[in-house]
């Protein structure tokens, strides 16, 4: 998927569109989600153009995931109700992204909230040893030539 830069991050990023914003550097933006899954619902935006995680240098990756280590811990001591975290990136359309831009969820858990992943029929089940194995070894290749 190409780059929509009238995305509404890409709004945000640049000023036209207004945010509650808790942490800005040169490489991200950290703001209140204003749908938010729970109270103190918060994304971190990193400001290169991608819309999935593999279009960014990982050195921006790693960026945005320690940033967003640093905020849970935020969440957890000033949150509103927070028992645990989810950090959450949905990568491309099928995965559930709705924004066309990059951007990591750290959603604040709480026993009892009602959120959670839904697995169908065909999840979640058992695999072949051998089909495990021929997996892992298509992997490792594919890792070795990036």
Not at 19 to 28: G, I, S, T
């Amino acid at each position: 998927m190409a780059y929509d830069p009238n995305n509404l991050f890409a709004k945000i990023l640049r000023g036209e569109i207004p945010c509650h914003k808790l942490y800005e550097d040169d490489r991200c933006l950290a703001i209140l989600d204003i749908f938010p899954i729970n109270p103190g619902h918060l994304l971190v935006i990193p400001k290169a153009l991608a819309v999935t995680v593999p279009e960014l240098d990982p050195a921006l990756a790693a960026h945005m995931f320690t940033v967003g280590a640093k905020l849970s811990q935020v969440v957890r001591k000033a949150g509103p109700k927070c028992q645990g975290v989810n950090f959450w990136i949905s990568d491309g359309a099928p995965a559930g992204q709705e924004i066309p831009h990059v951007h990591l969820h750290i959603v604040p858990r709480f026993e009892g909230d009602g959120f959670g992943f839904r697995t169908g029929p065909n999840n979640r089940k058992p695999q072949d040893p051998a089909v495990l194995k021929a997996l892992a070894e298509t992997y490792r290749a594919a890792l070795e030539s990036l």
